[in-house]
């Protein structure tokens, strides 16, 4: 039994060598070793849920009530319904099945250790294929191919190092900023630029020892201001998409920040979002909606449409899939998850680490691929978990 969880944990940690190949073995290798990991633990899982079950709030339960609810509807009022039902399931599969990984690894330290040495070990070699990849094929002009996983590798690299202390983890830190450079991963800039920020304010708060004082404070101008910023980017994107004010259209947002193609689609999501305000087209739907494959026509964006397979930012996404319901439960329950993992531990470490895996992944997104990417949800709510359980067997130990 336990040779087979061990097996178990070498799929679950190898799947993202895996992700190299195709998102096939990676999807089968982890859920796979997940399923394998739950059937001989099951006695573990029963026990542990019984305590934490007691500790949720009725506050809990409203907001993933009201979370189920409102992308139900959405999903059952969307234009492809199967493909919107179809993401739910996965999406609430990942959840569940992170939060399952989190009740085993607590309650085993050689398990939790075993598995983050394993993803230490993989990305290390994830790490390295790549840069040999970037550097044999850089003259040729082909190094965007593992720009997305570099997105994923960047936010391992930074997370290892709480999980695990590994020389192989030397590997990845070292590999990191030529990966980022030659795979063209702007993501990656964007998501670490947001974490160290974020992380650098909340650790100067911290050391003056002003921030509970000023948390409400904090938050309220922080929305304020990003609903004004927000308003004042809006106004500047392209509202017009007849062929005429498309070739007139003037670009008042620097374009080396944010590139043509990317603001008329920003423009026409924001439009087609104000349509149908309330709960959107259905999830994993938005290149359905009408008008959404139809050449831009721009002489800047070629033979690029509106919206190619996703409006390429998280929140327009969601905003124009699930409406301002969906939109408002999902962030209030990633939100909750979230609120709870941060009260299982006080160390600043632990906070900062969470702090950047959200920063990075929230902020790698509003330039990043579609949310509804299976194996980059996995790798969030994975991650949450892992960092959760590191945390909660250091707290045991003390």
């Known amino acids: 039994m336990t040779k087979l969880s061990d097996y178990a944990i070498l799929l679950i940690g190898f ?23 739950i059937f001989f633990n099951l006695e573990i899982i029963v026990k542990q849920s019984k305590r934490i079950f007691k500790k949720i709030s009725k506050y809990e339960v409203l907001i993933a009530s009201f979370f189920l609810f409102f992308f139900f509807i959405s999903a059952f009022l969307s234009i492809k319904p199967y493909r919107s039902f179809l993401v739910i399931i996965y999406l609430n599969l990942f959840i569940v099945l992170s939060f399952l990984i989190f009740l085993i690894l607590v309650e085993n330290k050689k398990k939790a250790i075993f598995l983050f040495k394993i993803l230490s070990i993989s990305f290390a070699a994830n790490a390295l294929l790549i840069f040999i990849y970037n550097v044999s094929n850089y003259e040729f002009e082909e190094l965007s191919k593992f720009k997305g996983f570099v997105n994923l590798m960047t936010i391992f690299t930074v997370v290892n190092c709480f999980l695990f202390k590994s020389k192989f983890n030397y590997i990845t830190i070292i590999l990191l900023i030529p990966n980022i450079i030659m795979s063209g991963s702007n993501a990656s800039v964007l998501g670490i630029l947001i974490g160290i920020f974020i992380c650098f304010i909340f650790f100067c708060l911290k050391k003056l020892q002003v921030l509970y004082r000023l948390k409400y404070f904090l938050l309220t101008i922080s929305v304020c201001i990003s609903i004004i910023l927000s308003f004042l980017f809006y106004k500047n994107l392209p509202s017009k998409f007849d062929q005429k004010s498309v070739a007139k259209f003037e670009f008042k947002i620097p374009t080396h920040l944010i590139d043509h193609h990317r603001q008329f689609v920003w423009g026409f999501s924001i439009q087609k979002f104000m349509l149908k305000p309330l709960f959107g087209y259905g999830q994993d739907s938005s290149n359905f909606i009408d008008g959404s494959q139809v050449d831009i026509g721009s002489k800047y964006t070629g033979d690029m449409n509106f919206i190619p397979s996703h409006p390429h930012n998280f929140l327009l996404e969601i905003l124009l899939e699930t409406g301002l319901f969906g939109t408002f439960s999902f962030i209030l329950l990633i939100y909750i998850i979230n609120v709870r993992v941060w009260k299982l531990h006080q160390s600043l470490k632990f906070k900062l680490h969470l702090i950047f895996l959200n920063s990075f992944f929230w902020g790698s997104s509003l330039v990043n691929f579609s949310f509804w990417l299976s194996w980059w949800q996995a790798s969030y709510f994975l991650l949450l978990s892992l960092i959760a359980s590191k945390v909660f067997i250091d707290k045991k130990e003390e």
Request: charged residues 5%; aromatic residues 18%.
């Open 15 to 37: 799947s993202f060598l895996f992700l190299l190949i195709n998102k096939i073995a990676f999807g089968a290798s982890l859920i796979f070793g997940i399923v394998i990991l």
